[in-house]
């Protein structure tokens, strides 16, 4: 019954910050709604019994955050005195997704234990010889194996969204367009003009 409403729990802040990530039209909070929300994945990995990609989750995907919270203040070209000076407005909702950290943590705290299959799979890896490389390879690519795709799609995702983001159609900027280079004719690609002598263009 625990594991059943922490689940609930993760899965509706999870769905709730992806979609303040998106509505929030100020790029600081929609950065801390991204980090909640990798957070809220995180721990419905752990549930599943996917620890290990629980923590790749948050170490790699948080990191990467801090990343694209670099690239945002670049691009917007945001001074780190006026980040300061929005420091009070800014506090509210990160106190309020700190909270809600420090609350999923204590409910994971109380209701997680160690999946039957993970206690099988330190038992063979502490009894074989194999390298640890192997041996966690063997363990994703055969009991993860759909959770390691998952992920991998999430980050496509978030790949082509960068992509379409970054190169969106901006007024007064020249663009090269590939396909009408190439299907330009010869007529339109060499233009001849007739040059009177001693005179230039």
Same mark, same amino acid.
């Given at each position: ?7 609930y729990m993760f899965a509706l802040f999870c769905i709730i ?43 790699? !995907?948080?990191?990467?955050? /801090?990343? +694209?919270? #670099?690239? *945002?203040? =670049?691009?917007?070209? $945001?001074?780190?005195?006026?980040? %300061? ?60 194996? !759909?959770?390691?795709?998952? /992920?991998? +799609?999430? #980050?496509? *995702?978030? =790949?082509?969204?960068? $992509?379409?983001?970054?190169?969106? %159609?901006r007024t007064g900027v020249k663009k090269q367009v590939i ?23």
């Amino acid at each position: 019954m625990i594991a059943t409403l922490v689940f609930y729990m993760f899965a509706l802040f999870c769905i709730i910050s992806g979609v303040m990530v998106v509505t929030s039209r100020n790029p600081v909070h929609s950065v801390l709604f991204l980090i909640l929300a990798f957070f809220n994945a995180s721990g419905l990995f752990v549930l599943a019994g996917a620890e290990f990609l629980a923590m790749l989750l948050v170490i790699v !995907y948080v990191g990467a955050v /801090a990343v +694209l919270f #670099l690239f *945002v203040v =670049m691009m917007l070209d $945001i001074t780190v005195a006026e980040l %300061k000076q929005g420091f009070q407005t800014y506090l509210p909702i990160g106190a309020a997704v700190g909270l809600v950290f420090l609350a999923e943590i204590a409910f994971v705290g109380l209701s997680w234990t160690m999946a039957p299959s993970a206690q099988s799979n330190i038992q063979a890896a502490t009894q074989a010889d194999g390298q640890n490389t192997v041996l966690l390879g063997h363990i994703i690519y055969t009991d993860y194996l !759909y959770m390691f795709q998952a /992920a991998g +799609l999430v #980050l496509l *995702v978030a =790949m082509i969204g960068a $992509i379409v983001l970054t190169h969106r %159609k901006r007024t007064g900027v020249k663009k090269q367009v590939i396909a009408k280079q190439l299907a330009r004719s010869a007529k339109q690609s060499v233009e001849l003009k007739k040059v009177e002598t001693g005179r230039g263009i």
